[in-house]
């Protein structure tokens, strides 16, 4: 679906494909071998035939827009640069404690008063149906499929704040602007949460062309674990009424999984449930794919709770050896997610995101033999004239010889 062959000939170049998607990659191909801004100069590029197809078919990046919000106009050139290194899923994390930030047009308060603020008290923001529907389609035109996650039953502080009747002493929580994780849940045995549960992901389904649907699911330390269980096993029902597959975070494989469900690895060995059960994974190892973990003890962004991650630790793993029992068939693919707690602009982004994402990307795409950081970190190099001509504000790692 996504591969492609690139002849460059003395008469001609072509690019071959089965499907759209593969011509825009082999685009994307030719376009790293020519310079990275418009010339007057004729250009050589030396004959080659390349054949190409993705090793995995998820390639991904996850935004976190609810510790800060990012407008769409932020979002746009990210995708821009993401797409011409064959990342193929935007994953965007919609709702955690701090900020609910989609439009839900049957539970307005949710984006109204739960997304009116943000980590450290800044104004937040939401996405209207209409705005989401326009970075969806935006995304779509670069090969680029949205991921929208609402996080529950934990990380759900600002729904808590906008409506009392989803809490147990229907009284609504206040807004939340710190960054400790951990003590929010929905309320599992009131039986307006699966109303509120079927209202969103019903409305986030319709605006959706994915076939999936996020749900969280991860560190819900305030619920008990036989609740914690029932309430993923009823929120996948209601994925799939819709229509849906359901992906969580790796802590939903404790529950009794569809093999159509997908179970999303950070930082446990849950997966590896998932993969028992017959469901697939996604590969996210907060040690390696992390994008807010800082690149080195001066790093002023980010956080390190999973350690540091230079370029070549997120370039040098293997999907495969980071869940017990996971092999090609089994994983979907790779992650690499950006928490923002610390991360407020676009510069920000860009700078944990770059040069990182592009290891990650090849990982996802090309097979693992041979790969050596030596050589990695040259072909890298070439790299940066292109990140700058196209304005990305990228960490110039002092291990790549950069051009
Ligand atoms: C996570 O980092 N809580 C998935």
């Given at each position: 679906a996504e591969g492609y062959v690139l002849t460059i000939a003395p008469e001609a170049i072509c690019i071959h494909a089965n499907r759209p998607a593969g011509i825009f990659y082999g685009a994307q191909t030719l376009l790293q071998l020519v310079p990275p801004t418009p010339t007057r100069e004729p250009i050589a590029i030396r004959a080659a035939t390349i054949r190409d197809v993705p090793r995995f078919e998820w390639r991904g990046m996850m935004l976190d827009v609810a510790r800060h919000f990012f407008k769409v106009a932020d979002v746009k050139p990210l995708i821009d640069n993401l797409a011409r290194y064959k990342i193929n899923r935007l994953h965007l994390h919609l709702s955690d404690d701090q900020g609910w930030r989609i439009e839900i047009k049957s539970w307005e308060r949710l984006a109204k008063h739960g997304g009116s603020t943000e980590v450290g008290g800044g104004a937040g923001g939401y996405y209207s149906q209409a705005e989401y529907s326009e970075l969806v389609a935006y995304a779509a035109q670069q090969y680029i499929t949205i991921i929208p996650e609402i996080d529950?039953?934990?990380?759900t502080n600002a729904a808590l704040a906008s409506y009392a009747e989803l809490n147990a002493d229907e009284t609504a929580r206040d807004l939340y602007t710190g960054t400790?994780?951990?003590f929010s849940s929905l309320?599992?045995?009131?039986?307006i949460t699966y109303k509120f549960l079927d209202d969103v992901i019903g409305e986030l389904a319709a605006l959706t062309p994915a076939p999936y649907i996020h749900i969280?699911?991860?560190?819900?330390?305030?619920?008990a674990h036989d609740a914690y269980l029932y309430l993923i096993e009823r929120v996948q029902e209601i994925v799939r009424a819709h229509g849906k597959r359901m992906i969580g975070w790796e802590e939903i494989a404790q529950a009794k999984l569809l093999p159509t469900s997908i179970a999303q690895h950070w930082c446990a060995d849950f997966a590896a449930q998932a993969i028992r059960q017959g469901a697939r994974v996604i590969v996210s190892p907060s040690t390696r794919?992390?994008?807010?973990?800082?690149?080195?003890?001066?790093?002023?962004?980010g956080l390190d709770w999973a350690g540091l991650i230079d370029v070549e630790k997120a370039y040098?793993?293997?999907?495969?050896?980071?869940?017990?029992?996971?092999?090609d068939e089994n994983v979907l693919g790779v992650e690499a997610p950006l928490w923002t707690e610390t991360i407020e602009t676009l510069d920000d982004i860009e700078y944990m995101t770059f040069p990182r994402i592009i290891g990650i990307a090849e990982i996802g795409w090309s097979p693992q033999v041979n790969r050596s950081w030596d050589e990695y970190r040259q072909r890298l190099a070439a790299h940066g004239a292109r990140l700058k001509a196209f304005d990305v504000n990228f960490f110039a790692a002092p291990q790549v010889p950069w051009e």
């Amino acid at each position: 679906a996504e591969g492609y062959v690139l002849t460059i000939a003395p008469e001609a170049i072509c690019i071959h494909a089965n499907r759209p998607a593969g011509i825009f990659y082999g685009a994307q191909t030719l376009l790293q071998l020519v310079p990275p801004t418009p010339t007057r100069e004729p250009i050589a590029i030396r004959a080659a035939t390349i054949r190409d197809v993705p090793r995995f078919e998820w390639r991904g990046m996850m935004l976190d827009v609810a510790r800060h919000f990012f407008k769409v106009a932020d979002v746009k050139p990210l995708i821009d640069n993401l797409a011409r290194y064959k990342i193929n899923r935007l994953h965007l994390h919609l709702s955690d404690d701090q900020g609910w930030r989609i439009e839900i047009k049957s539970w307005e308060r949710l984006a109204k008063h739960g997304g009116s603020t943000e980590v450290g008290g800044g104004a937040g923001g939401y996405y209207s149906q209409a705005e989401y529907s326009e970075l969806v389609a935006y995304a779509a035109q670069q090969y680029i499929t949205i991921i929208p996650e609402i996080d529950v039953p934990g990380h759900t502080n600002a729904a808590l704040a906008s409506y009392a009747e989803l809490n147990a002493d229907e009284t609504a929580r206040d807004l939340y602007t710190g960054t400790e994780v951990g003590f929010s849940s929905l309320s599992i045995h009131q039986a307006i949460t699966y109303k509120f549960l079927d209202d969103v992901i019903g409305e986030l389904a319709a605006l959706t062309p994915a076939p999936y649907i996020h749900i969280g699911g991860d560190e819900a330390r305030s619920t008990a674990h036989d609740a914690y269980l029932y309430l993923i096993e009823r929120v996948q029902e209601i994925v799939r009424a819709h229509g849906k597959r359901m992906i969580g975070w790796e802590e939903i494989a404790q529950a009794k999984l569809l093999p159509t469900s997908i179970a999303q690895h950070w930082c446990a060995d849950f997966a590896a449930q998932a993969i028992r059960q017959g469901a697939r994974v996604i590969v996210s190892p907060s040690t390696r794919a992390y994008l807010d973990m800082k690149y080195d003890a001066a790093t002023k962004l980010g956080l390190d709770w999973a350690g540091l991650i230079d370029v070549e630790k997120a370039y040098m793993w293997e999907p495969t050896a980071e869940v017990q029992g996971a092999t090609d068939e089994n994983v979907l693919g790779v992650e690499a997610p950006l928490w923002t707690e610390t991360i407020e602009t676009l510069d920000d982004i860009e700078y944990m995101t770059f040069p990182r994402i592009i290891g990650i990307a090849e990982i996802g795409w090309s097979p693992q033999v041979n790969r050596s950081w030596d050589e990695y970190r040259q072909r890298l190099a070439a790299h940066g004239a292109r990140l700058k001509a196209f304005d990305v504000n990228f960490f110039a790692a002092p291990q790549v010889p950069w051009e």
